[in-house]
């Protein structure tokens, strides 16, 4: 059984910066994708960022690029998001995602993963 844990997340003001870590446990396999996904109220969940173990580059939803950046541990599947030049609607919970990478088409997609962290709530204010 695979299960994901998130740590970090918090409040901070507009301009700050936060960490999210995301650590997996119980995968066999040795290419998987790791994503970050956030839900505002009254929104749809929406796909951050995401990393393939493999050797496949990051992908970024516009709303974040040049602001936040994913990386991995691969060796302990462990992601990272480091969130920079923060904004009031970059406020949400935020979750982790992972799959094997054959159940994932789209990377930024949700419903192309099984397993999920608990979210961990990023307020920005202004």
């Known amino acids: 059984q695979v299960q994901l844990v998130e740590s970090g997340g918090g409040s901070v003001q507009t301009g700050g910066s936060l960490r999210l870590s995301c650590a997996a446990s119980?995968?066999?396999?040795?290419?998987?994708?790791m994503a970050w996904f956030r839900q505002a109220p009254g929104k749809e969940r929406e796909g951050v960022a995401s990393?393939?173990?493999?050797?496949?580059?990051?992908i970024y939803a516009d709303s974040v690029k040049g602001r936040f950046s994913i990386s991995q541990d691969s060796a302990n599947y462990t992601v990272y998001l480091q969130m920079n030049s923060l904004k009031p609607e970059d406020t949400a919970m935020y979750y982790c995602?992972?799959?094997?990478?054959?159940?994932?088409?789209?990377?930024?997609?949700?419903?192309?993963?099984?397993?999920w962290g608990q979210g961990t709530q990023v307020t920005v204010s202004s």
């Open positions: 995602a992972s799959d094997t990478a054959g159940r994932v088409v789209y990377a930024l997609n949700p419903t192309n993963y099984r397993y």
């Open positions: 119980g995968y066999t396999y040795s290419s998987v994708y």
């Open positions: 990393v393939y173990t493999g050797r496949r580059g990051p």
